[in-house]
């Protein structure tokens, strides 16, 4: 099999007959469909087994049919608009946040050139010189979608919950670039196929280490999962931007969440590890990065990542606002720029007939990793907790007189709140109520209930 067997000419794309590219564009979309039907079975399976619970188990052979009978349940429900929504946009904006997703997914590579009903053509829907940063476009305007769901559903709460989602975006998507950026300048294309084509011998996760990580962060950031699922805290603001949504709008936002968790899977499959190449020791064989099996070997690796989301989820709290910003401004971004000026460098040696660039790329890539890793475990441990220097034990409080506790007031905050150890409550007097006859002559009874 020769290299121009393997991998697709881009003069190939843009060829196919009408029929093939439906073809190619009804497999993509069945995929997108099915995949987070059964990411949420696999989801809620997977977290039941790490947190020692039992998970679905009544709807089908071992709750096997769960995600199809809620999708049915959400389809049957009713819609309801509230009044004060301005309805045009409350509709569109679940469109608005589903579709993108939909499209980004056009010039991912789900394996090399192939022949289907005697014409040759590669596994991908189409490619593009930019084909990378289309896919970055395409997954920002689904924010829109968010934005204008909190903003169209005349509450506040949603309102809150789509501002905080256009900020975490704008946040993350800036490192995310960045770590794209260094891709482009190994590879030195911005297509998707010959990004794969340069990873045949080493895949970027070795060469480009401190990209992968920040990209890994950025992902789960860009979808709104946990830990830093804050535009969608349940705790702080009943459901974030779709508080106000149900029946199929609210369905689309979840198809919209899942589908761009596969996206973004899939992209990071693509950049770093090899796209649809196999993985070692598959690679030794012949075979492996030719015909139909790199399809399996790319699904599996995009599966993978979909693994990871499910794992942080079950293990990892809500970070705060302020740690989850932190984290964007202070630590990933400036780190991109610094390895995107290594990449650069390296680069340009190359260019001047230095290459050097595998030990190189490889040692700076650990030393900025391991700088990364201690930036964040300085900044997200959590803060130690001192002791006060004499506390008060339960048996000494009958020996304290009233004088020596510390004084409390309940409704300094506005409302009543019980008191901390080494507090006590003051003490309390009824005030008369003065009461006026119905029949009085005007002079005023105080009863007292003392």
Do not use: C
Not at 1 to 8: D, E
Not at 20 to 43: M, S
Not at 98 to 126: K, R
């Amino acid at each position: 099999m020769t290299i121009a067997a393997v991998y697709p000419d881009p003069a190939l794309f843009g060829h196919d007959p009408w029929w093939l590219v439906l073809g190619k564009a009804l497999a993509v979309f069945v995929f997108l469909v099915l995949t987070p039907l059964l990411t949420i079975l696999a989801e809620r399976k997977v977290m039941a087994w790490m947190q020692m619970r039992v998970g679905p188990n009544r709807v089908g052979p071992r709750g096997m049919l769960q995600s199809l009978a809620d999708g049915i349940k959400l389809a049957l429900k009713e819609g309801i608009v509230p009044k004060g929504v301005d309805k045009p946009i409350y509709i569109i904006a679940p469109i608005i946040a589903a579709v993108p997703a939909f499209m980004a997914f056009a010039v991912i590579p789900f394996g090399p050139a192939v022949s289907i009903f005697g014409h040759y053509t590669p596994l991908q829907l189409t490619d593009l010189p930019v084909a990378v940063l289309y896919v970055l476009a395409a997954t920002s305007i689904g924010v829109y979608g968010i934005v204008l769901a909190g903003w169209a559903s005349g509450s506040t709460y949603p309102l809150l919950g789509g501002l905080r989602s256009t900020a975490q975006v704008i946040s993350y998507e800036i490192a995310m670039a960045l770590s794209f950026a260094a891709v482009f300048l190994d590879a030195g294309t911005m297509s998707t196929s010959g990004i794969v084509a340069s990873q045949e011998h080493t895949w970027y996760i070795f060469l480009l280490l401190p990209s992968f990580l920040i990209y890994v962060t950025s992902m789960v950031g860009e979808t709104n999962r946990a830990p830093f699922d804050l535009p969608e805290a349940e705790g702080e603001l009943v459901g974030g931007f779709h508080t106000e949504y149900s029946s199929l709008s609210f369905a689309m936002f979840m198809l919209a969440e899942y589908v761009n968790m596969v996206t973004v899977s899939a992209l990071a499959t693509t950049l770093f590890l090899g796209g649809w190449h196999a993985p070692f020791p598959l690679s030794l064989w012949d075979g492996a990065n030719s015909g139909w099996w790199p399809v399996l070997w790319f699904t599996l690796k995009v599966w993978g990542f979909l693994f990871v989301f499910v794992w942080l989820r079950a293990t990892l709290p809500r970070l705060r606002y302020d740690q989850f910003m932190g984290l964007g401004w202070k630590i990933l971004i400036p780190i991109s720029l610094v390895w995107v000026m290594i990449v650069a460098t390296v680069r340009a040696f190359r260019n001047d007939g230095y290459d050097a660039r595998t030990i190189t790329l490889v040692v700076a890539g650990l030393v900025v990793a391991l700088v990364v890793v201690a930036l964040l475990w300085k900044r997200l441990r959590p803060g130690r907790v001192h002791a006060p220097e004499k506390p008060v034990e339960p048996r000494d409080r009958a020996e304290l007189s009233p004088e020596t506790l510390e004084p409390f007031d309940p409704m300094a905050g506005g409302y009543p709140v019980p008191p901390m150890p080494g507090q006590t409550l003051p003490a309390f007097r009824r005030t008369p109520v003065s009461v006026t006859g119905a029949h009085s002559t005007g002079s005023t009874q105080e009863n007292s209930d003392d």
